[in-house]
C-alpha cells in the first residue's frame, strides 16, 4: 500500500517495472538497437526527422497505412500482463507521426506482422508478460517528419502510480473480483502539502469534464465528475463551494465536506439543508463509510431512497478520506464485459479495505456520467472508459458526457528528478583512461540535465554538460575508489548515481587512507558509502527526514532520491500538460 503522505514529502517512493536490462547507452531506436524503456511511467521526448531507422513501411494492424518515413523503436518489458497506453504529443499541419505498439519486431516486406494497435495519437493493447515495443513512425515519407513527445504506461493488476500534481497522486489498477473484472482509478491528495486544495465546480451548463478541467484557470491537476443532474444538467446534489451553496440535495442524502479549517467529514445532509458544519462540500447517493464504519446492505441504502437497481453494480464514483486526512478520489468502470462495476456494498468493501483504506467516503453521481481526467492519462486527459462508449474500451478514451458538477483537485507542479538510463563501468587497467558517458532523462521534457562530480579522485573530471566522466590511472592509482555523480535539473531536483571502480594493477593508497590521493566532494554534497543516495540536506538549508542518506532523506525538494535500476523514486507532483 502507497504511504502517499511519505511519498509527497520525501520523494522516496518506487515504481518497480522488470527492466530490459541497462547497458552502456539506451540504445540508438533502430530494429537492432532499441531505445531501453527504464521504468513506467516514461515520457520523453524524440524526433523522426533523420532517425536511424527507417525500413518500416506499413503494419500489419493497418496495411494500407503507408508508414514510409523514418521511425524510432523503444523496448519495454512487462513482468505481468497489463493494458499498455502510448500516446504522443507532435502532430501538426506539417508533422504527421503515428504510434504503433507491437509484440515482436519481425518484418516481412517493410511490413511489421506483430502489431497489437497502431493509432494517429494514442494506441492501447491489451499485453502478455515479456518484451514488446513502440514505435513511432512517420507518415507517408520522410517530409512529415518532426519532433514528438512520447508517453508510456501499463496499467495491470499492480497499482500503477504516478505524481501528476506536489503532494497528488494518480493510481490505477485492472483486476477481478467476485463480480468479475474491475478497472479501478483513483487520485489520492495530501492537504496539508502547500498548494494542494478540493474545489467544488458546477459549470454553467451541461459540459464534459475534460470540457471543465482543460478550460479551467488554474487547471487542476485532476477532476472526477460529482452532482447528480436533472434536465440541462442542474444538480440536484448539495453542492457548497468557498461557504457559498450552490444547490442542496433533493433528498436526504449522503455528502462529502470540508470545514473551514480543512477537516474532512461524511454525513447524510437533509433536502434543502445547507449543512453549515462544511465550508465546501458534494452531495451523492449512498454514504459507504462514516467514522471508519462501513455501512453495508439494503436496508442501508433505502434509508437514503436509493432503489434496487441503484444498489446493483454500476460504474462509480467516490470520494473519502483516510485515517491520516488524506482526501481519495476514485471511479470503478463498469457496464463492459472487461469492467464488471461494483454495487454499492462491494464499493463500500473496497474503499474500507487496504487497497484504498478509507475513513470516510460517500458514493457520487456513476454510471454514464463516471469520469476522471488527468492531464498524463491520454491525449484528451480522460483517464478511464466512461460507459456511453458502449462495450468496448475506446483507445481515445471517449464517450464522456455532459455533467451537471466536478471535483477539482488542485496542487503545485511536480518537478521531476532526472533518471540514469546507463550504468557506469566499474573497473580500468592502471595505466588507462577510464571512460563514462552517462545518460539520463527527464521525464519534464523540457528541463535541461546537468552532471556534477560528488565524489572521486581528485584528478577525475566530468563534462557538466554531457556527463562525460574521464580519469587518467596508474599503478600508483589506488586499487578500488568510490565514484558518485549527480544528475541535476535547472529547477534543482537531482538523482545521484553511485558506485565502487576497481583498478586492476592500482596499488596505491586507498580513498580512505591518509595518503595524497584524496576524493573529491562536491561542496555540499555528502554520499554516505552504503547507499547510492547524494544528499544536500544541510546546504540547502533542509532538515533531514530520518537518515539523511536514503532516498528521500531531506524534507525538501533538493534532495536527491536513487533512481538506480528498475526503482523510479517519484511522488508530489505533476507535469504541465502540453498544448
Same mark, same amino acid.
Not at 501528476?164 to 491528495?189: C, K, M, T
Not at 467514522?291 to 434509508?303: D, I, R
Not at 476522471?372 to 491525449?379: E, G, I, K, L, Y
Not at 587512507?513 to 555528502?526: C, F, Q
Given at each position: 500500500?502507497?504511504?502517499?503522505?511519505?511519498?509527497?514529502?520525501?520523494?522516496?517512493?518506487?515504481?518497480?517495472?522488470?527492466?530490459?536490462?541497462?547497458?552502456?547507452?539506451?540504445?540508438?531506436?533502430?530494429?537492432?538497437?532499441?531505445?531501453?524503456?527504464?521504468?513506467?511511467?516514461?515520457?520523453?521526448?524524440?524526433?523522426?526527422?533523420?532517425?536511424?531507422?527507417?525500413?518500416?513501411?506499413?503494419?500489419?494492424?493497418?496495411?494500407?497505412?503507408?508508414?514510409?518515413?523514418?521511425?524510432?523503436?523503444?523496448?519495454?518489458?512487462?513482468?505481468?500482463?497489463?493494458?499498455?497506453?502510448?500516446?504522443?504529443?507532435?502532430?501538426?499541419?506539417?508533422?504527421?507521426?503515428?504510434?504503433?505498439?507491437?509484440?515482436?519486431?519481425?518484418?516481412?516486406?517493410?511490413?511489421?506482422?506483430?502489431?497489437?494497435?497502431?493509432?494517429?495519437?494514442?494506441?492501447?493493447?491489451?499485453?502478455?508478460?515479456?518484451?514488446?515495443?513502440?514505435?513511432?513512425?512517420?507518415?507517408?515519407?520522410?517530409?512529415?517528419?518532426?519532433?514528438?513527445?512520447?508517453?508510456?504506461?501499463?496499467?495491470?493488476?499492480?497499482?500503477?502510480?504516478?505524481?501528476?500534481?506536489?503532494?497528488?497522486?494518480?493510481?490505477?489498477?485492472?483486476?477481478?473480483?467476485?463480480?468479475?473484472?474491475?478497472?479501478?482509478?483513483?487520485?489520492?491528495?495530501?492537504?496539508?502539502?502547500?498548494?494542494?486544495?478540493?474545489?467544488?465546480?458546477?459549470?454553467?451548463?451541461?459540459?464534459?469534464?475534460?470540457?471543465?478541467?482543460?478550460?479551467?484557470?488554474?487547471?487542476?491537476?485532476?477532476?472526477?465528475?460529482?452532482?447528480?443532474?436533472?434536465?440541462?444538467?442542474?444538480?440536484?446534489?448539495?453542492?457548497?463551494?468557498?461557504?457559498?451553496?450552490?444547490?442542496?440535495?433533493?433528498?436526504?442524502?449522503?455528502?462529502?465536506?470540508?470545514?473551514?479549517?480543512?477537516?474532512?467529514?461524511?454525513?447524510?445532509?437533509?433536502?434543502?439543508?445547507?449543512?453549515?458544519?462544511?465550508?465546501?462540500?458534494?452531495?451523492?447517493?449512498?454514504?459507504?463509510?462514516?467514522?471508519?464504519?462501513?455501512?453495508?446492505?439494503?436496508?442501508?441504502?433505502?434509508?437514503?431512497?436509493?432503489?434496487?437497481?441503484?444498489?446493483?453494480?454500476?460504474?462509480?464514483?467516490?470520494?473519502?478520506?483516510?485515517?491520516?486526512?488524506?482526501?481519495?478520489?476514485?471511479?470503478?468502470?463498469?457496464?463492459?464485459?472487461?469492467?464488471?462495476?461494483?454495487?454499492?456494498? $462491494?464499493?463500500? !468493501?473496497? +474503499?474500507? /479495505?487496504?487497497?484504498?483504506?478509507?475513513?470516510?467516503? &460517500?458514493?457520487? @453521481?456513476?454510471? =454514464?456520467?463516471?469520469?476522471?481526467?488527468?492531464?498524463?492519462?491520454?491525449?484528451?486527459?480522460?483517464?478511464?472508459?466512461?460507459?456511453?462508449?458502449?462495450?468496448?474500451?475506446?483507445?481515445?478514451?471517449?464517450?464522456?458526457?455532459?455533467?451537471?458538477?466536478?471535483?477539482?483537485?488542485?496542487?503545485?507542479?511536480?518537478?521531476?528528478?532526472?533518471?540514469?538510463?546507463?550504468?557506469?563501468?566499474?573497473?580500468?587497467?592502471?595505466?588507462?583512461?577510464?571512460?563514462?558517458?552517462?545518460?539520463?532523462?527527464?521525464?519534464?521534457?523540457?528541463?535541461?540535465?546537468?552532471?556534477?562530480?560528488?565524489?572521486?579522485?581528485?584528478?577525475?573530471?566530468?563534462?557538466?554538460?554531457?556527463?562525460?566522466? $574521464?580519469?587518467? !590511472?596508474? +599503478?600508483? /592509482?589506488?586499487?578500488?575508489?568510490?565514484?558518485?555523480? &549527480?544528475?541535476? @535539473?535547472?529547477? =534543482?531536483?537531482?538523482?545521484?548515481?553511485?558506485?565502487?571502480?576497481?583498478?586492476?594493477?592500482?596499488?596505491?593508497?586507498?580513498?580512505?587512507?591518509?595518503?595524497?590521493?584524496?576524493?573529491?566532494?562536491?561542496?555540499?554534497?555528502?554520499?554516505?558509502?552504503?547507499?547510492?543516495?547524494?544528499?544536500?540536506?544541510?546546504?540547502?538549508?533542509?532538515?533531514?527526514?530520518?537518515?539523511?542518506?536514503?532516498?528521500?532523506?531531506?524534507?525538501?525538494?533538493?534532495?536527491?532520491?536513487?533512481?538506480?535500476?528498475?526503482?523510479?523514486?517519484?511522488?508530489?507532483?505533476?507535469?504541465?500538460?502540453?498544448?
Amino acid at each position: 500500500m502507497l504511504d502517499v503522505r511519505r511519498a509527497t514529502r520525501s520523494l522516496a517512493v518506487v515504481i518497480a517495472l522488470a527492466p530490459v536490462g541497462v547497458a552502456a547507452a539506451p540504445g540508438a531506436g533502430t530494429i537492432e538497437d532499441p531505445i531501453r524503456v527504464d521504468a513506467f511511467p516514461y515520457i520523453v521526448a524524440g524526433d523522426t526527422t533523420g532517425a536511424a531507422s527507417n525500413v518500416i513501411d506499413s503494419y500489419a494492424c493497418a496495411p494500407t497505412l503507408p508508414q514510409t518515413g523514418p521511425e524510432i523503436v523503444y523496448a519495454f518489458e512487462l513482468d505481468a500482463p497489463a493494458k499498455v497506453t502510448a500516446w504522443i504529443e507532435g502532430d501538426t499541419a506539417t508533422v504527421d507521426i503515428d504510434v504503433h505498439l507491437l509484440t515482436g519486431l519481425q518484418v516481412v516486406d517493410a511490413e511489421a506482422v506483430e502489431c497489437a494497435f497502431r493509432a494517429d495519437r494514442i494506441a492501447e493493447a491489451d499485453m502478455p508478460a515479456g518484451t514488446h515495443y513502440v514505435v513511432v513512425d512517420t507518415y507517408a515519407g520522410p517530409e512529415q517528419a518532426g519532433p514528438f513527445v512520447l508517453h508510456l504506461h501499463a496499467i495491470g493488476d499492480a497499482w500503477f502510480e504516478m505524481p501528476i500534481g506536489e503532494g497528488v497522486v494518480w493510481r490505477a489498477r485492472r483486476f477481478a473480483d467476485l463480480s468479475g473484472p474491475q478497472v479501478v482509478h483513483e487520485i489520492v491528495a495530501d492537504p496539508s502539502v502547500p498548494g494542494v486544495s478540493m474545489e467544488v465546480v458546477q459549470p454553467p451548463s451541461c459540459q464534459t469534464l475534460a470540457t471543465m478541467a482543460g478550460a479551467a484557470e488554474p487547471q487542476p491537476v485532476a477532476a472526477v465528475n460529482s452532482s447528480f443532474f436533472a434536465s440541462g444538467c442542474a444538480s440536484v446534489s448539495l453542492m457548497k463551494a468557498d461557504g457559498t451553496l450552490l444547490s442542496t440535495n433533493a433528498a436526504n442524502r449522503a455528502a462529502f465536506g470540508l470545514a473551514s479549517d480543512g477537516t474532512p467529514m461524511a454525513a447524510v445532509v437533509a433536502s434543502g439543508a445547507n449543512w453549515p458544519e462544511a465550508h465546501h462540500a458534494q452531495g451523492g447517493a449512498g454514504l459507504l463509510m462514516s467514522a471508519g464504519t462501513v455501512h453495508q446492505g439494503s436496508e442501508h441504502w433505502a434509508a437514503e431512497g436509493l432503489a434496487a437497481g441503484f444498489q446493483g453494480p454500476h460504474p462509480r464514483t467516490w470520494v473519502g478520506h483516510d485515517p491520516d486526512g488524506l482526501l481519495r478520489f476514485g471511479t470503478v468502470d463498469g457496464r463492459r464485459l472487461n469492467a464488471a462495476g461494483m454495487s454499492l456494498d $462491494t464499493l463500500a !468493501t473496497f +474503499v474500507a /479495505s487496504d487497497h484504498v483504506g478509507t475513513h470516510e467516503a &460517500v458514493n457520487l @453521481d456513476g454510471g =454514464g456520467s463516471t469520469t476522471m481526467w488527468v492531464p498524463a492519462a491520454s491525449p484528451s486527459g480522460v483517464a478511464n472508459y466512461p460507459s456511453d462508449a458502449g462495450m468496448l474500451e475506446l483507445a481515445d478514451h471517449g464517450g464522456s458526457r455532459g455533467l451537471g458538477g466536478a471535483l477539482f483537485i488542485h496542487a503545485n507542479p511536480y518537478n521531476f528528478p532526472p533518471r540514469f538510463q546507463t550504468e557506469p563501468p566499474t573497473s580500468v587497467q592502471a595505466g588507462t583512461t577510464y571512460l563514462y558517458q552517462p545518460h539520463a532523462i527527464d521525464l519534464d521534457v523540457d528541463d535541461t540535465i546537468t552532471f556534477v562530480l560528488a565524489q572521486g579522485p581528485a584528478d577525475m573530471s566530468i563534462d557538466p554538460q554531457t556527463g562525460r566522466t $574521464t580519469w587518467d !590511472t596508474s +599503478v600508483e /592509482s589506488p586499487p578500488a575508489v568510490e565514484v558518485a555523480i &549527480v544528475a541535476r @535539473d535547472q529547477r =534543482g531536483a537531482e538523482t545521484s548515481q553511485a558506485w565502487t571502480l576497481t583498478v586492476i594493477g592500482g596499488m596505491g593508497p586507498s580513498n580512505d587512507s591518509d595518503g595524497d590521493d584524496e576524493p573529491t566532494t562536491e561542496p555540499g554534497v555528502t554520499v554516505d558509502e552504503e547507499t547510492t543516495a547524494a544528499t544536500g540536506c544541510e546546504s540547502a538549508g533542509c532538515e533531514p527526514a530520518g537518515d539523511a542518506s536514503q532516498p528521500g532523506g531531506c524534507s525538501c525538494r533538493s534532495s536527491s532520491p536513487a533512481s538506480l535500476w528498475v526503482f523510479l523514486v517519484v511522488f508530489a507532483g505533476v507535469r504541465r500538460r502540453r498544448r
